[in-house]
């Protein structure tokens, strides 16, 4: 019955941070705990995590606006010396892109995009890079990935 608790209590923790469920359904949980069987409860916790894990990806947006179409083209994939990132559609958003590393470290942001921007590669190091798109209000459009090659 402990281990059960603490394997309930990493659930709780990882559903806390990745899914943003508050903690009422949780305590409800440990109350039941103590009144139900080991199995009933595993079985229970289990269906109990796969919905809320379900819900909460459920309550995500994509984020293509029209269905899957691509809002910006990073080419050429990989690049040595400079990356063009192309707006397949108008830029009267005003959209910037903001170039992240491998481990998550923001490594560039690029404001005001034109249709077609340019962008020297020089202080980039070998490997990969996330880019993302994001509008004025700094909402996220699109994110991808391109490689560095020197």
Not at 30 to 57: N, R
């Amino acid at each position: 019955m402990a281990s059960l608790l603490i394997w309930l209590a990493i659930c709780y923790f990882y559903i806390r941070r990745y899914c943003g469920i508050n903690q009422v359904i949780f305590e409800k949980i440990f109350i039941f705990a103590s009144m139900w069987k080991t199995s009933t409860l595993l079985f229970s916790c289990f269906f109990c995590l796969l919905s809320l894990v379900g819900k909460a990806q459920s309550a995500k947006t994509t984020p293509f606006s029209d269905g899957g179409s691509k809002v910006v083209k990073a080419y050429p994939n990989p690049a040595s010396s400079r990356i063009n990132f192309e707006l397949q559609n108008n830029n009267e958003q005003g959209y910037e892109i903001i170039v992240f590393n491998f481990l998550g470290k923001r490594i560039d942001q690029i404001k005001n995009l034109n249709t077609r921007t340019t962008v020297e590669l020089d202080k980039y190091y070998s490997g990969l890079y996330i880019f993302q798109l994001r509008d004025k209000q700094g909402n996220l459009v699109e994110s991808g990935k391109f490689n560095v090659v020197k």
